[in-house]
């Protein structure tokens, strides 16, 4: 992102781990019980920018105090030795991760990527609200009651979180003939599986299948998360020679998304996504004037938003730093890139990321006596396993 043992859970919903919890989880556990609580693991690491924007967005305020008094928070940086054992033990895929265990260390559920606060606490406390396992859940799943299908959702929903397509289709295949028919006529649970059928095809990397699920996951209604279904219908069908009119009917919708979550007031929690994506869609079209001209905007958004602040929004601040490397990838002068990066390592001095990516970037473009000093400053500040990806 040290593997433990992991095995399938009997309700045949998904792996967790089957070790005992030790170190800082085990503690966490043991305050639980006392507390009769749950335990969140916040998985984050100093790289992720949608760790930043959730940290100075969303995990504080009210709400937040409110968890605190309801939830154990464990804090893992994924970086470090214990934070990469326990992101490899429960399978964590993307960061941020927010793990949500009961007492007994079985997972509830968890919360993938960044989040608008009305979405993220109302997600967090449907899970501490409901307090059932993932497996007491899947055992609900029995035909076509109500009930049933609620269950279903929660449990389809679960699998995408935990971007397990397979496992997901898996569990879904031993269902009643009754659950089948019951979720194929529910709106809410047919997207999921479409959703899941098609992240199974990617993680196979089957174009065909891709492009199939693909096409039917993308003429849903699907807000912010335009952007990742569209991201990997790109990855895994992008190639494909029946994938270049669907990518072109993506030109309307993700417009909107950009005119609304980037640049309106409805922002979506990740709009470097949107922005990224929709040049990946151009770049793919071949519009590549469209592509630059859409990166162009969202950096002098972003420069205007930013200000003198550099250090004041460090997911802004990022963003910024990715939309500059694009350009100059794009236009092969990297003057505002190297410009932005000087004031990203001043304002923060002591972390290795941004001396890092600086140092790495600027060896790549053959300058290895201007890079040095970079690497240096990014070697006597890195920990765990980017010390050995600092020394390479």
């Not at 507390?35 to 305020?61: E, K």
């Not at 939830?71 to 934070?83: F, I, M, N, T």
């Not at 054992?85 to 429960?90: G, I």
């Not at 599986?193 to 699920?213: E, G, M, N």
Request: net charge neutral.
């Amino acid at each position: 992102m040290v593997m433990a043992a992991l095995a399938l859970i009997v309700a045949g919903c998904g792996p967790r781990p089957s070790s005992t919890p030790s170190g800082e989880l085990a503690t966490a556990l043991e305050a639980a019980r006392v507390r009769n609580a749950a335990v969140i693991i916040d998985f984050h690491a100093p790289w992720c920018y949608s760790c930043y924007y959730m940290a100075r967005n969303v995990l504080n305020g009210p709400e937040w105090e409110a968890v605190l008094r309801r939830a154990v928070v464990l804090e893992q940086d994924v970086d470090s030795p214990q934070g990469r054992a326990l992101q490899q033990q429960w399978r964590v895929k993307a960061l941020p991760t927010y793990l949500v265990l009961d007492a007994q260390g079985r997972e509830l559920g968890r919360i993938l990527g960044e989040q608008t606060r009305k979405d993220f606490y109302a997600r967090l406390d449907a899970l501490l609200d409901r307090g059932s396992t993932l497996e007491a859940l899947a055992a609900r799943v029995t035909g076509r009651d109500p009930e049933s299908v609620s269950a279903a959702r929660q449990v389809l929903a679960a699998y995408h979180a935990r971007q397990d397509g397979a496992g997901a289709l898996s569990w879904y295949a031993r269902l009643s003939p009754d659950a089948h028919d019951a979720l194929a006529s529910d709106m809410v649970a047919a997207q999921w599986l479409a959703r899941l059928r098609f992240l199974d095809a990617a993680q196979r990397k089957d174009a065909a299948a891709c492009l199939a699920w693909g096409a039917e996951v993308l003429r849903a209604e699907l807000g912010c998360d335009r952007a990742y279904e569209l991201s990997r219908f790109l990855g895994c069908a992008g190639s494909h020679p029946q994938a270049r009119s669907l990518i072109a009917a993506q030109r309307a919708p993700m417009q909107a998304l950009l005119d609304s979550g980037v640049f309106g007031s409805a922002r979506c929690a990740d709009e470097r996504s949107v922005v990224l994506t929709a040049a990946d869609m151009y770049a793919a079209l071949g519009e590549r004037e469209a592509e630059q001209a859409l990166i162009e905007r969202a950096a002098a958004d972003l420069a205007q938003r930013i200000g003198d602040a550099v250090a004041a929004d460090r997911n802004l601040a990022d963003n910024l730093r990715a939309y500059l490397d694009r350009l100059a990838q794009l236009s092969g002068d990297y003057s505002r890139l190297d410009a932005w990066m000087l004031r990203l390592i001043a304002a923060w001095p002591g972390d290795y990321v941004y001396p890092f990516r600086h140092g790495r970037s600027l060896l790549a473009r053959g300058k290895a006596a201007e890079a040095l000093p970079y690497l240096d400053q990014a070697a006597a500040h890195a920990y765990g396993v980017n010390r050995l990806q600092v020394a390479e």
